[in-house]
């Protein structure tokens, strides 16, 4: 596997680039990108960078988990071409994304300028890396969504993939931010998507509320602190109208100082 530091590599010789970007602290979800990746046949780029300017609390940067020995070894072992190691030269000179508007509902309305910051440092990696695909996860999925209108707009000729969301055995979302969680906490954290799934099962558009406001009271109850509990087109982030044909049921919570997010698409109203 190569790896590569400098802005100025030449990736350009590499041809149908697979391009999966990372804050690292790698788990089976990023080994999952990767495997889909490696299935178009393509060369399959990582990026390991802790991006400054989507955190808009200093701790929440300062705590991100690190584990980059691990991590390349993790890249190794799952067929990774090549890693792309940046420091925080890449900003130098770096053109600032303003997000749409899709940005200020969700997790963009407590993190103001969060996806402004997650565009800014995209739109540098791919003008850099020039990839054929990239990869994203849809556990962040309002971040997917505009990260695909973004290179729909820009970036014509690349194709965005979203991949399903990655979970332990009792449903909870695989995410670095649960390494922060203790063994009690990441029990409990398995009821964000049970709640969920209750609300999908029992979904109507007349009673959509009504299942929202019990889940949160049990959430609450349990000891979490609830951010939002959402639902909105999954297509355009916009409330759901005659027109929509699938529904995306979002959901950020704190237990303790730890956010975490979690959705579920619900494909008949």
């Not at 969060?114 to 999925?141: C, E, M, Q, S, W």
């Not at 049970?194 to 019990?214: C, G, P, W």
């Not at 349990?222 to 297509?235: K, Q, R, S, T």
Request: proline content about 3%; some cysteine.
């Amino acid at each position: 596997m190569i790896q590569v530091t400098s802005s100025d590599y030449n990736f350009s010789k590499h041809r149908d680039i697979a391009f999966v970007p990372t804050m690292g602290n790698l788990h089976e979800g990023h080994l999952n990108l990767i495997k889909e990746a490696k299935l178009r046949s393509c060369f399959v780029v990582v990026s390991i960078f802790i991006n400054p300017l989507q955190f808009n609390d200093a701790n929440d940067l300062n705590n991100y988990p690190k584990s980059i020995d691990t991590d390349i070894k993790l890249l190794e072992i799952a067929g990774c071409d090549l890693v792309f190691l940046p420091d925080e030269s890449i900003l130098h000179d770096i053109d600032s994304i303003k997000a749409s508007d899709q940005s200020n509902i969700l997790c963009g309305k407590s993190r103001p300028g969060h996806f402004d910051g997650v565009l800014t440092i995209v739109n540098r990696l791919f003008n850099i890396i020039n990839p054929k695909i990239a990869f994203f996860g849809l556990k962040d999925y309002q971040q997917f969504i505009l990260i695909k209108n973004y290179a729909f707009e820009h970036f014509s000729d690349l194709l965005i993939i979203g991949v399903p969301t990655s979970r332990n055995i009792a449903g909870l979302a695989l995410s670095s931010r649960n390494n922060l969680l203790s063994a009690e906490e990441l029990s409990l954290a398995s009821n964000i998507y049970k709640e969920l799934y209750k609300i999908k099962t029992n979904f109507s558009l007349n009673n959509v509320d009504l299942l929202a406001n019990v889940a949160k009271q049990n959430l609450t109850m349990l000891g979490f602190n609830v951010d939002y509990l959402d639902y909105l087109d999954a297509f355009t982030l916009n409330e759901v109208n005659s027109s929509t044909s699938t529904i995306i049921i979002a959901i950020a919570v704190y237990l303790g100082e730890i956010r975490l997010i979690d959705n579920i698409l619900v494909n008949e109203i």
